[in-house]
């Protein structure tokens, strides 16, 4: 068991046997993502906005468009967001429909956000959040501007205030239905990336990426 | 076009150009998902969860323990909830670090949450959850119970302030770029359900589901 990162607020009520505050596990599911929902509130409405985002350490980033509401604006409201992770592994079919349900692989964060400005920083981070996606391609591209740097914001959470939930199991029916006559278990959900599709706006035949984040 | 959803809170500032606010389109990407994460506050802080979700017509539907706070709590709240449905679709990649972006059918929808009481009501509902997820198997299973019922909490929005954002097309890059010996395009995200696992505790060789929700 790596640090805990339960807090009042990570504090997990509505199905506790299946959380954790294990910053290990955590980390592990921030990884196996892409894709985040980061929700902010404004004026007292809820916005929640999907986007992309990468780990450095015990730090949770995200980019965007420098003015956006979920960079630029998360940052000056000095407000702590709430952050989701959630991946779908599976279909779980039991005997009854009550009990039907979904092995997944979840997290949810709590932070203030806090712009990164440093140039060389930002630019380290882009890199990162590149390799991340796709392993040694930063090198291959045209090399990013400075004004590409100005003009993207980056925002980060320190990773201190969390919770995973997971279901990864069979169906958990009532005792008295496990003998019910119809068939009952896991469909699994398989994630792959499919063949790559050059743009069509290229004639020359250059080598497709040989390394892509491991679904 | 269909009945247009766009509202002051739906409207969509940023990237404009990709969204859209086409009724037709905004159910199409809803029933295309079966997740979606929802955002509300409680005491001034947000919070998001991930939830399965089905439509009927105009209405958005999820269910959950009926005591749970995105279920009970958020009907009673009488606030405006904000839910975000996103399919990653693919990988772009661009000839510049900038310019990398993903494929994606994302929704945003506004709306306060209305508890659904009503005993057949309800019953009728969760039918039409499980038919979305795996048609037919409703009929198969051991009927649902009152007390099933009664502990379980459905919730509905109409949807009618909403928006659609999607890209789906090849990278965009700098003009100047065009040339810049490297592969680009785009690597699409396919998904499937894997070879079904039948619950160890079951030895009968009942049929596997013929139908399952279509990725």
Not at 190 to 208: F, L, R, V
């Amino acid at each position: 068991m790596s640090q805990s990162l339960e807090s009042p607020l990570s504090h997990v009520r509505r199905g506790p046997k299946r959380a954790s505050y294990d910053a290990e596990l955590i980390h592990q599911i921030i990884d196996s993502a892409l894709l985040c929902h980061i929700a902010q509130q404004k004026e007292g409405q809820c916005f929640v906005v999907p986007t992309c985002h990468w780990r450095d350490g015990d730090y949770f980033y995200w980019h965007g468009h420098a003015k956006a509401r979920n960079v630029h604006g998360s940052a000056q409201a000095q407000q702590k967001v709430c952050i989701s992770i959630c991946q779908l592994d599976g279909l779980v079919l039991a005997r009854s429909a009550f009990h039907h349900s979904v092995n997944y692989r979840s997290v949810c964060l709590f932070g203030v956000p806090e712009a990164v400005t440093d140039f060389d920083e930002k630019a380290r981070h882009f890199k990162i959040f590149l390799d991340k996606v796709c392993p040694e391609r930063w090198e291959s591209l045209r090399p990013i501007t400075d004004d590409e740097i100005k003009n993207t914001g980056l925002v980060r959470i320190k990773i201190e205030e969390a919770s995973a939930k997971l279901r990864a199991e069979p169906p958990v029916d009532d005792a008295a239905d496990y003998d019910w006559p119809v068939w009952a278990g896991v469909i699994p959900l398989e994630q792959k990336w499919g063949k790559a599709q050059q743009d069509p706006k290229q004639t020359e035949p250059y080598a497709e990426p040989e390394q892509l984040f491991a679904l």
